[in-house]
Each structure stands twice: as structure tokens, then as C-alpha cells.
């Protein structure tokens, strides 16, 4: 009986086919590599080759498309590679001398409200490692995961999804946002069914959209929306100006608008389901000794913490 050879493959062909499939183009791949790019394409046939499977179908308007062997692929790639570079990093002695640059993805509303400190942060307890920041929506923040554009990110949870792991960080409770001259202004807590009928400025993100109607509704409150803005200071700014009540779960400690408006944040009297901020990574790839570093820093500012940069409440 003849026996099976196992393919030959070398981690210069994993780390092109995974820098490849992350860019979605063998020309991008070759930007980042600082390699030709026949050299990727080259490296990448070979391993397709050395597998006797495609990994790729070419598309011509958008780019390289992972098969169903390629998303397998590229899943263990990733493990490995990350393994090999903590096993390279401990060899040299770095192991507590972390370096390099890990890609950081963070939700776009908490961004400011954590993002400064845990990078000032690091630069004094790791000064070789550096945070690419990518701001995005809920859906972004998943596929930059998935398709390895990132180690890690800053997010909420706003329900298991996919293969990603949650570590908690904070419990980010909602607020009623208010100008300082509205009725209800100088309550300590308020029902949100006292706002029945009055406009509302709608902070119109996917996911955070529907977290906040569905805490309405469930109110029985059917909100007039006056208003809609994926800007966080936008929907502050309209509230201060009179334009309508939001729901917002981070609060600046300062209640000064970019325009000089103020406002006050309320907390909801009731059972209110607050937001988790949580450290997420892709579960079942191991994590490099970055992506460690930055969740044990994350750890240590925020964790157990109400919400970072907030007021005490009165």
C-alpha cells in the first residue's frame, strides 16, 4: 500500500496565503509584505499546489474570495503563526519585553472613552508596542476579527455571535440625556415612560438602534424621531439645543457640548439591560503575546469599573 506524503509547506507561504486572504489581493498583500508581487502569487500557488486545493477564487472586481479550504486554512494559520512568533519571542528573552505592533479595533462610540488612557498607558509599561486603532460599527468590528485584519478589539456585547470570545471589562449603564432647562431635568431617576410622546435624537448605529427602540418599546414608549445621527456629539449637541431626549450609555464627565450647549444624563429607573464592554478576540486562535498585553492592560484600567471618564452620580 503506497504510503501518503504529507504536503510540504513553509511559514513564508502561510504568512503570504494569511497576509493575502486578510487584504483580500495578492497586490495589497505585497504592499504589506514589501514584497514583489509575483512573489506572493508564486508562494501561494505552491501551497495550493503542495495541498492539491484551490484557496482561492479570483474574482476580478472584488478581489480574492476564500474557498471553503481556504477558511480552514487560514483559521489554523493564524493559531500557528501566532504560536511560532510567541515561541520566537520567548527563545530571544522578550517575553516580557513585548514589541511590534498589534491592529486594534475599536467600537466607534467607545473609542474616546478608552482608547487615550490605554494607550497612554502602554506606552509607559511596554514602550516597543504599538496599537493600530480601527474604528468601527458592531458588524465591522466582527469581520475585521474574522478576516484577521485585527488581533482584538474594544467593543460592546451586544450578544454571542460567530466564534468570538467576550472577556468583561465594564458594565456601561444607560442614561435618559436631557438640556439642563427640560422638566425632568433635575430628576434623580427617570421612568421612561415619562417620556411617551416627546421627540427623540436617535443615536443611529446598527445595533446601538436597536438596543435603544427596543428599550423603548418595551416601555411601552413610542418615541417621535425627530432626529437620527451616527455622530455621538452630533445627538449631544441637538439635545443641548432643546431638539429632543436620547439614550446614551457612556457619559464625558463634562456636560458641555461642542457648541456650548449643557445637558444632564439621568439613569433609568426600572430593570434596564445595561451593555457589556468587553475585550473580544477570535476564540479558537491562540493569542500572541500583544494581544495579552493589551487585554491585561485593559483589564487593569477598566475592569469592574463603571463607566470610564463618567461623572459620579449625585
Avoid: W
Amino acid at each position: 500500500m503506497a504510503r501518503l506524503t504529507r504536503p510540504d509547506m513553509t511559514l513564508v507561504q502561510l504568512r503570504y496565503f494569511v497576509t493575502a486572504a486578510t487584504r483580500r489581493s495578492m497586490t495589497e498583500a505585497s504592499l504589506d509584505l514589501h514584497v514583489a508581487q509575483s512573489a506572493v502569487s508564486t508562494a501561494i500557488a505552491q501551497l495550493e499546489r503542495g495541498l492539491g486545493v484551490q484557496l482561492f477564487v479570483r474574482q476580478r472586481s472584488k478581489g480574492l474570495a476564500l474557498t471553503d479550504a481556504g477558511e480552514q486554512l487560514l483559521r489554523d494559520a493564524r493559531s500557528l503563526l501566532a504560536q511560532v512568533d510567541e515561541m520566537t519571542d520567548t527563545v530571544r528573552g522578550r517575553h516580557y519585553d513585548v514589541r511590534g505592533t498589534l491592529r486594534l479595533a475599536c467600537f466607534v462610540t467607545l473609542a474616546p472613552f478608552v482608547l487615550p488612557r490605554l494607550i497612554s498607558r502602554l506606552k509607559e509599561e511596554h514602550p516597543r508596542l504599538r496599537i493600530e486603532i480601527i474604528e468601527a460599527d458592531v458588524d465591522g468590528t466582527v469581520e475585521l476579527l474574522l478576516n484577521g485584519t485585527v488581533e482584538a478589539a474594544i467593543a460592546y456585547d451586544f450578544g454571542r455571535m460567530h466564534d468570538l470570545a467576550f472577556d468583561h471589562l465594564y458594565t456601561a449603564e444607560p442614561h435618559v440625556i436631557l438640556p439642563l432647562d427640560h422638566p425632568l431635568a433635575r430628576r434623580k431617576r427617570i421612568k421612561l415612560a415619562e417620556l411617551d410622546g416627546q421627540d427623540l435624537v436617535l443615536l443611529d448605529i446598527p445595533h446601538s438602534r436597536e438596543y435603544f427602540l427596543g428599550m423603548l418599546h418595551a416601555a411601552g414608549v413610542e418615541p417621535q424621531i425627530r432626529y437620527s445621527s451616527r455622530s455621538y456629539e452630533t445627538v449631544r449637541s441637538l439635545v443641548a439645543r432643546g431638539e429632543g431626549f436620547s439614550i446614551l450609555n457612556n457619559i464625558p464627565q463634562s456636560p458641555r457640548t461642542y457648541d456650548g450647549g449643557e445637558l444632564t444624563a439621568i439613569p433609568i429607573a426600572g430593570e434596564i439591560a445595561p451593555l457589556d464592554v468587553c475585550f473580544v478576540r477570535v476564540a479558537d486562535v491562540r493569542p500572541t503575546a500583544r494581544a495579552r498585553v493589551i487585554g491585561t492592560l485593559a483589564r487593569e484600567l477598566f475592569g469592574g469599573s463603571a463607566t470610564p471618564g463618567a461623572p459620579p452620580q449625585q
